[in-house]
């Protein structure tokens, strides 16, 4: 059996995005700049795209801002606030131990040039609250930047709250929505968002394309020197194959988003009630505001790779960390930011989960990854050592 559960990192296109995209690969191959007939219709797809893509995140069409993913929108987004805030003195910076390296490495840049950062700590509830935000918040703070749910525990952060006190105090406002765009309810207005990263190939639409959404009267500055393209945001000829298949797959994404929603969690909480009877395991993330489709343990007494090689043996593709780090040694800096030693943060399994997984996948996983744990442990001279006493258990 075949069970892929790594949707975090990326997910299977659906049936609907990639229809909305062949008619740009074949006869509709104009530049949207171009001023004859299959440049206009290219152009007009581009734009019709724009407005649906708006319409699912309440905004208007000129706020969106087309990039080539969510790690792009993320430095756009940062880069831009960071310069405004240093025209203006400001050059404080608030963020969350736990963002994506698109954010963190983007920051680490940034305060190589002379900017501070606040770092949020994430241990309790592996989540923050609007008061930690509310307290960092300095009259030199520029920017905000809290992801909109976590992307290896899955945690949800309170975006309404945070946005309502930033946009009190006067600091933009930015969230790496990447992993809640088409799987929670996002409306930029309501939650007091001034920027937003999403990026396509998180719910069921094409890899290389992303938005980033830019509230009117913030300014944002381009990355990118070019040809005019996206108001003079973002240079270089659109995506247009991967901006439809982009607002396909939203569209498809937001207007299921309540029977997904259902039928994900329930298929979630089966499988963290099951994995919870292994012993010496510990759920990682926040237990009440958590992603649908998210699973993320720790194992006390195993190596997450050797766990995740033996799965694929089994059929199941799942993720030990972040996509991004594995391969290296360290172990993620999300579970170190929550709390977890070294040792034990090794030992974690994300299962990431989307409306494509069935129940009998789920009894899959239930049957292997307990078989896979007590394996390994049975070679492991720390689980023996843990077993005679010789070193203390932590879960
Ligand atoms: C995947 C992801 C990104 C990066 O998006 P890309 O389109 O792959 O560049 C950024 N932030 C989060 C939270 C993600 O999950």
Same mark, same amino acid.
């Given at each position: 059996?075949?069970?892929?559960?790594?949707?975090?990192?990326?997910? #299977?296109?659906?049936?609907?995005?990639?229809?909305?995209?062949?008619?740009?690969?074949?006869?509709?191959?104009?530049?949207?700049?171009?001023?004859?007939?299959?440049?206009?219709?290219?152009?007009?797809?581009?734009?019709?795209?724009?407005?649906?893509?708006?319409?699912?995140?309440?905004?208007?069409?000129?706020?969106?801002?087309?990039?080539?993913?969510?790690?792009?929108?993320?430095?756009?987004?940062?880069?831009?606030?960071?310069?405004?805030?240093?025209?203006?003195?400001?050059? @404080?910076?608030?963020?969350?131990?736990?963002?994506?390296?698109?954010?963190?490495?983007?920051?680490?840049?940034?305060?190589?040039?002379?900017?501070?950062?606040?770092?949020?700590?994430?241990? @309790?509830?592996?989540?923050?609250?609007?008061? #930690?935000?509310?307290?960092?918040?300095?009259?030199?703070?520029?920017?905000?930047?809290?992801?909109?749910?976590?992307?290896?525990?899955?945690?949800?952060?309170?975006?309404?709250?945070?946005?309502?006190?930033?946009?009190?105090?006067?600091?933009?406002?930015?969230?790496?929505?990447?992993?809640?765009?088409?799987?929670?309810?996002?409306?930029?207005?309501?939650? @007091?968002?001034?920027?937003?990263?999403?990026?396509?190939?998180?719910?069921?639409?094409?890899?290389?394309?992303?938005?980033?959404?830019?509230?009117?009267?913030?300014?944002?500055?381009?990355?990118?020197?070019?040809?005019?393209?996206?108001?003079?945001?973002?240079?270089?000829?659109?995506?247009?194959?991967?901006?439809?298949?982009?607002?396909?797959?939203?569209?498809?994404?937001?207007?299921?988003?309540?029977?997904?929603?259902?039928?994900?969690?329930?298929?979630?909480?089966?499988?963290?009630?099951?994995?919870?009877?292994?012993?010496?395991?510990?759920?990682?993330?926040?237990?009440? @505001?958590?992603?649908?489709?998210?699973?993320?343990?720790?194992?006390?007494?195993?190596?997450?790779?050797?766990?995740?090689?033996?799965?694929?043996?089994?059929?199941?593709?799942?993720?030990?960390?972040?996509?991004?780090?594995?391969?290296?040694?360290?172990?993620?800096?999300?579970?170190?930011?929550?709390?977890?030693?070294?040792?034990?943060?090794?030992?974690?399994?994300?299962?990431?989960?989307?409306?494509?997984?069935?129940?009998?996948?789920?009894?899959?996983?239930?049957?292997?990854?307990?078989?896979?744990?007590?394996?390994?442990?049975?070679?492991?001279?720390?689980?023996?050592?843990?077993?005679?006493?010789?070193?203390?258990?932590?879960?």
């Amino acid at each position: 059996m075949k069970v892929y559960a790594d949707n975090a990192a990326t997910t #299977q296109m659906s049936k609907t995005a990639i229809n909305a995209m062949l008619p740009y690969f074949d006869n509709i191959y104009g530049n949207p700049s171009s001023l004859y007939t299959i440049g206009q219709e290219a152009k007009e797809a581009l734009e019709n795209a724009r407005n649906r893509i708006a319409a699912c995140l309440g905004c208007t069409p000129r706020e969106i801002t087309f990039t080539s993913g969510g790690s792009e929108a993320d430095n756009q987004a940062i880069r831009s606030a960071a310069l405004n805030g240093a025209k203006k003195g400001k050059k @404080h910076i608030i963020t969350t131990a736990f963002e994506h390296h698109a954010v963190l490495h983007t920051l680490k840049r940034l305060e190589g040039e002379g900017f501070e950062v606040t770092y949020l700590d994430v241990r @309790h509830n592996h989540n923050i609250t609007a008061q #930690q935000v509310k307290d960092a918040i300095r009259p030199d703070t520029c920017l905000v930047t809290t992801m909109y749910a976590n992307n290896e525990i899955g945690s949800i952060l309170p975006i309404p709250e945070i946005g309502e006190i930033c946009r009190e105090a006067g600091v933009v406002f930015h969230t790496d929505a990447v992993q809640a765009a088409g799987h929670l309810p996002i409306n930029v207005v309501d939650q @007091h968002i001034d920027m937003l990263s999403l990026s396509a190939h998180k719910f069921h639409g094409p890899k290389g394309v992303g938005v980033l959404y830019c509230r009117k009267g913030i300014p944002l500055t381009s990355l990118i020197d070019g040809g005019a393209q996206e108001r003079g945001k973002r240079a270089g000829t659109e995506n247009v194959a991967g901006i439809c298949g982009m607002a396909a797959a939203l569209e498809e994404a937001c207007a299921n988003m309540e029977e997904n929603t259902k039928k994900v969690t329930a298929l979630r909480d089966k499988l963290i009630a099951g994995l919870s009877q292994i012993p010496h395991s510990a759920l990682n993330g926040d237990p009440v @505001h958590r992603l649908p489709g998210n699973v993320s343990f720790c194992f006390e007494g195993i190596e997450g790779e050797s766990l995740l090689l033996l799965l694929d043996q089994k059929g199941i593709s799942a993720s030990s960390g972040s996509a991004c780090t594995s391969g290296s040694l360290d172990p993620s800096h999300v579970l170190l930011a929550i709390g977890r030693v070294h040792d034990v943060a090794h030992g974690s399994l994300r299962l990431s989960l989307s409306e494509y997984n069935t129940e009998e996948e789920i009894n899959h996983i239930l049957k292997s990854v307990p078989e896979v744990v007590s394996y390994l442990r049975g070679m492991s001279p720390v689980w023996r050592d843990l077993q005679t006493g010789k070193r203390q258990y932590i879960l």
